[in-house]
Structure formats: C-alpha cells, structure tokens
T-cell receptor
Framework: EDQVTQSPEALRLQEGESSSLNCSYT??????LFWYRQDPGKGPEFLFT???AGEEKEKERLKATLTKKESFLHITAPKPEDSATYLC??????????????FGAGTTVTVRA | DAMVIQNPRYQVTQFGKPVTLSCSQT?????MYWYQQKSSQAPKLLFH???????NEADTPDNFQSRRPNTSFCFLDIRSPGLGDAAMYLC????????????????FGPGTRLTVL
C-alpha cells in the first residue's frame, strides 16, 4: 500500500525564520508528487507537481524539491500569510489507481509576526 | 471564476436524517471525487467517477452514496448520518493527462462542513 508521511506535524516560525517541511513516500514508480496548501475551513489549493528526482519548483517564498524517496517544501523568510496546512500527495501505481491520490496528514505551519 | 463549487458550505443535520451535498464544476473534467476530511487528518477518498463509471473505495461505508447525473454535477448522499460522519467533505475534479487539456492537477472545491447533532 502506498504510504505518504509528512513531518513535522506542526511548525511554529517567527516571521523571516526559514524552514523546511518533509514528505516521504513509499510508492514505487513515482508518477508525480503534489504539494497543496490548505487554509482552515477551505479546500486544498494546488501548489506544485514534481516528477523526477532533482526537480525543483518555486512560487514566491516556497520552493519544492524532490529526491527518490522524499520531497521538501522550503519556506524562505516566511510571512504570517504563509500560515496554513501543507499537504503532499502521490498518485497510485499505473492501473486502477491511476486517478487516485494518497495524501499525507499535512504539516500545519504557523508564522508569527 | 469559481471552478469547483460546493453547496452548501455549512450543513447541519440531525442524527439519522438524510443529507445531500452537491458539487458542480465548470472545468469539464472527466473525473470527480468525494473526500472526507476530519480535523488534522489527511483527506480520505470515499469514491470517484470517471465519466459515468462509479468507483467505490473498499472501506467506504454503505451509508455513503453518490450520483453523477451529468459531467458538471456530482452529489454525495449520506443516508443516515451518525456523529462520526461529522467532517469536512471535499469535492475534487481531474482530467487525465492523455486527454486534450488534461494535466496532473486535482482541483478542489471549498468543501462542505457537516455537523451532526
């Protein structure tokens, strides 16, 4: 069974204090890893898709990287508006699980001014 | 420019009283999903439709059913809600990469928060 594990569960940062979130996965034959942002009481908002080890993507203060076993979401000089839960997800193996994502439980980031 | 719309945003029902949640999309995506998300947990897939083909997850209780009358709309019916069914219900859509306009993104709606009294 595909497993996605995120750490830490919660992260409290001061404004400007850079940090990283981790997402490790056990699915074989990775066909993409997705990062989402979820604000309280709202649906997940798509951030990035990564497909191959070594790939990096950036959006404002966020940068996502991918290795063969894990992905990192780096938050550089965060601001209070970066406070949210960050979810990662991977699709199933090719076949009947093609269209289904396995989600991690998320990392809740709180950035204090 | 809402692309995945869920109604209502908040739903309160009584124990055992049937409830229907709705989802509509303007993306013309083939696949529509229903997830259940409880506090501080990952979204849990209940079922999905690929066009009209219904795919139920093995551990989805019989209490949960779904209808997709056309491409744009999908409904989640909870026949006899229990206290344990209180959660956020998320609808998402997807168009496979192999189809025109398809990519690997699942688009989520804003969710419906269900309270069971």
């Amino acid at each position: 069974e595909d497993q996605v594990t995120q750490s830490p569960e919660a992260l409290r940062l001061q404004e400007g204090e850079s940090s990283s979130l981790n997402c490790s996965y056990t699915v074989s034959g990775l066909r993409g890893l997705f990062w989402y942002r979820q604000d309280p009481g709202k649906g997940p908002e798509f951030l990035f898709t990564l497909y191959s080890a070594g790939e990096e993507k950036e959006k404002e203060r966020l940068k996502a990287t991918l290795t063969k076993k894990e992905s990192f979401l780096h938050i550089t000089a965060p601001k209070p508006e970066d406070s949210a839960t960050y979810l990662c997800a991977v699709p199933g193996r090719r076949g009947s699980n093609d269209y289904k994502l396995s989600f991690g439980a998320g990392t809740t980031v709180t950035v204090r001014a | 420019d809402a692309m995945v719309i869920q109604n209502p945003r908040y739903q309160v029902t009584q124990f055992g009283k049937p409830v229907t949640l709705s989802c509509s999309q303007t993306l013309n995506h083939n696949v529509m999903y229903w997830y259940q998300q409880k506090s501080s947990q990952a979204p849990k897939l209940l079922f999905h439709y690929y066009d009209k083909d219904f795919n139920n997850e093995a551990d989805t209780p019989d209490n949960f059913q779904s209808r997709r009358p056309n491409t744009s709309f999908c409904f989640l019916d909870i026949r006899s809600p229990g206290l344990g069914d209180a959660a956020m219900y998320l609808c998402a859509t997807y168009r496979p990469v192999g189809l025109a306009g398809g990519n690997n993104e699942q688009f989520f709606g804003p969710g419906t928060r269900l309270t069971v009294l």
